[in-house]
C-alpha cells in the first residue's frame, strides 16, 4: 500500500503532461485516471527494475482475465506449432531490444486510454479495468489503426 501510496504522490506532482490529472482529484474520473496512471507507471518500473526478464512477463503479470486468456492462447499455440504468433517486439517497448533507461511521459488520452510516451519516438496505450480498489491492463493499442495487443491473439493464436 506504500508503495502505491508513493506512487500516487509522484504523479501528483507532475511526472506527465498531457492531460494532468489533479492531485486532489474529487470527482470519481479523476481518482480512477491517477489509479490507471499509477498501475501503468508502476508497471514499467517493474519491468525496468528487472529488465524485462519477469516470469510471467510483467504485462502478464497485470493483465486482467481476458487479456491473460488472450496471453494464453499465444503460449498453446507455440506449444503446439513451434513457433509463435506473437508480435516481433516488444510491446511496452516498442521494440526488439528495449532500452530500459529511456524516458517516458505517462497521460491519459481523452478516450481513458493511459499513454506512455517514450523517448524514442513511440506512443503505446493501454487500456485498463478498475474496481475500486485496484486497475488492470485490459488491452494494449498497437498501432494508429486501433488494433490490439488482445484482438491480435484472437485472430492469429487460433
Excluded at 61 to 69: C, F, H, P, R, T
Excluded at 90 to 101: A, C, E, G, M
Excluded at 136 to 145: G, K, N, T, W, Y
Aim: glycine share 4%; proline share 3%; aromatic share 8%.
Amino acid at each position: 500500500m506504500q508503495t502505491y501510496r508513493s506512487l500516487l504522490l509522484l504523479l501528483t506532482i507532475g511526472l506527465f503532461t498531457t492531460n494532468p490529472v489533479a492531485a486532489n482529484a474529487t470527482e470519481p474520473s479523476q481518482a480512477l485516471d491517477v489509479m490507471k496512471v499509477a498501475t501503468v507507471t508502476k508497471m514499467y518500473q517493474q519491468d525496468v527494475n528487472n529488465e524485462g526478464m519477469d516470469n510471467p512477463v510483467v504485462l502478464e503479470q497485470y493483465a486482467n482475465q481476458d487479456l491473460k486468456s488472450a496471453m494464453q492462447l499465444e503460449r498453446a499455440y507455440f506449444d503446439k506449432n513451434q513457433m509463435s504468433c506473437n508480435v516481433d517486439y516488444d510491446v511496452l517497448w516498442d521494440s526488439q531490444d528495449p532500452d530500459y533507461t529511456q524516458d517516458k511521459k505517462f497521460s491519459m488520452t481523452d478516450k481513458g486510454l493511459v499513454q506512455v510516451s517514450l523517448a524514442q519516438g513511440s506512443d503505446i496505450y493501454y487500456d485498463l479495468s478498475c474496481d475500486d480498489s485496484e486497475c488492470q491492463v485490459a488491452d494494449v493499442i498497437l498501432d494508429e489503426s486501433g488494433k490490439s495487443l488482445r484482438q491480435h491473439f484472437l485472430e492469429n493464436c487460433r
